[in-house]
Antibody
Framework: QVQLVESGGGLVKPGGSLRLSCAASGFTFSDYNITWIRQAPGQGLEWVSYISGSGSTIDYADSLKGRFTISRDNAKNSLYLQMNSLRSEDTAVYYC???????????WGQGTTVTVSS | EIVLTQSPGTLSLSPGERATLSCRASQSFSSTYLAWYQQKPGQAPRLLIYGASSRATGIPDRFSGSGSGTDFTLTISRLEPEDFAVYYCQQCGSSPYTFGQGTKLEIK
């Protein structure tokens, strides 16, 4: 079935790095844009980053530019989020979602938890 | 940046009642780019409405969306027990693709 599965979360110290992955199945991965969204504990949803199906268009939330890098490997049906210089405020559940500007984000992963703490 | 303000923050209603949730934008954008999501505790969000008024696949017809410009509304015509959750609006018309802060729909 159509599915996204995130992995790579964990506990990291402030200033550290982490690479999240999102594995897709059940659909033609390269045909779809993918978005990362995060949710801090007890808080609302925050848009993080977006990548087009071909990988040619990328966008980030302003507060994350320079620290986070989104990428994808269509041959592996996988999406990545490289997170550097992590701060306590980056602590959140990170979701990947299949996205379309007109049709919304219709498939979501279950999320992976990132905790930044000393 | 387009700021989306949802109201009320919390809505207390009983099953069978009608729920009206508001999403107001700090600047106008095309309704084509407005979506609504439902999130239950411990779960990922689920797409309900896209293009301000189109229901996503599998969404019951008691959910409806409307609005244009800066004012958008999600209506649940008759609340079922499974509808009590947090609802978010999101715009994809202008980067950053912001979410509202959410409306919690709780059982009265």
């Amino acid at each position: 079935q159509v599915q996204l599965v995130e992995s790579g979360g964990g506990l990291v110290k402030p200033g550290g790095s982490l690479r999240l992955s999102c594995a897709a199945s059940g659909f033609t991965f390269s045909d779809y844009n993918i978005t990362w969204i995060r949710q801090a504990p007890g808080q609302g949803l925050e848009w993080v980053s977006y990548i087009s199906g071909s990988g040619s268009t990328i966008d980030y939330a302003d507060s994350l530019k320079g620290r986070f890098t989104i990428s994808r490997d269509n041959a592996k049906n996988s999406l990545y989020l490289q997170m550097n210089s992590l701060r306590s405020e980056d602590t959140a559940v990170y979701y990947c979602a299949r996205s379309n500007f007109y049709f919304g984000m219709d498939v979501w992963g279950q999320g992976t938890t990132v905790t930044v703490s000393s | 940046e387009i700021v989306l303000t949802q109201s009320p923050g919390t809505l207390s209603l009983s099953p069978g009642e009608r729920a009206t949730l508001s999403c107001r934008a700090s600047q106008s954008f095309s309704s084509t780019y407005l979506a609504w999501y439902q999130q239950k505790p411990g779960q990922a969000p689920r797409l309900l409405i896209y293009g301000a008024s189109s229901r996503a696949t599998g969404i019951p017809d008691r959910f409806s969306g409307s609005g244009s410009g800066t004012d958008f509304t999600l209506t649940i015509s008759r609340l079922e027990p499974e509808d009590f959750a947090v609802y978010y609006c999101q715009q994809c018309g202008s980067s950053p693709y912001t979410f509202g802060q959410g409306t919690k729909l709780e059982i009265k």
